[in-house]
């Protein structure tokens, strides 16, 4: 009885034995398998910012017709790298073509290869009237790269419809500071006439004489001021 007891002591011993044995085999997986999945998600968000910082710098060039500034039956054409990285060997091409003001042809498009924008540079160049591009719809097509020695060409392409600007009108100037050179041009002109001498300004002297005659009425007035706070006490004895 007491063998087989002992027997059944031994044997429990050794089952507790086995069982503490696994369950730390199993904790070892465990761990091992954490750190696994912490090092994939650790290289996908590496992956990710990275993806995310090229997205963000990166240029984009638009090019536009509008509306002089200056005037608005005028029209310019605006290109624009409205990115936040270089651009590099840019190329613009408008079809169909512009028909240029005050051009007998043959005239190239203005900005059409372009080296270099830097980021947030716009390039305004004026192209023609709005009576010869308000009834058309543009096709632009522009193409540039990142890198000066990269093979891989960026492209963007959309159609620019200029019934759109018909219409449009404005209440004085585009900007306060169109308005301001406006006026000092007015005034340059004003006093170029006059410094030529071809118009008269109105000028009051107020030389010595004037000062001595102002002087006197003054003495006079204080003299007659005088003689009444005098006579107001012999007027009032009376």
Known sequence: MEQDLVVLQETASTEIAKF???FGGLSDWVTAFATLALAILTFVLVIATFRMAAAMARPHVVATIESNQWGISHMDLVLE???NAPAYDIS???TPAIER????GGVPLPFSKI???RP???LVSFVAEFAAVKDKTYRIEIEWKKHPR?????ALSYDLDMRAFDGVSH???HSPMIQLAEQIKHMREDWRAVAQGSRRTKVDVFDQDDRDKERRSREEQLAERRRQAEAQPLNGDS
């Open 150 to 154: 990269s093979r891989k060409v960026e």
């Open 92 to 94: 613009v091409k408008i």
């Open 81 to 83: 790298n409205s990115g």
């Open 120 to 122: 947030g540079q716009t």
């Open 171 to 173: 209440l004085g100037t």
């Open 115 to 117: 080296s270099l924008m």
């Open 20 to 22: 503490v044995g696994n």
């Open 101 to 104: 003001s005050g051009s007998k």
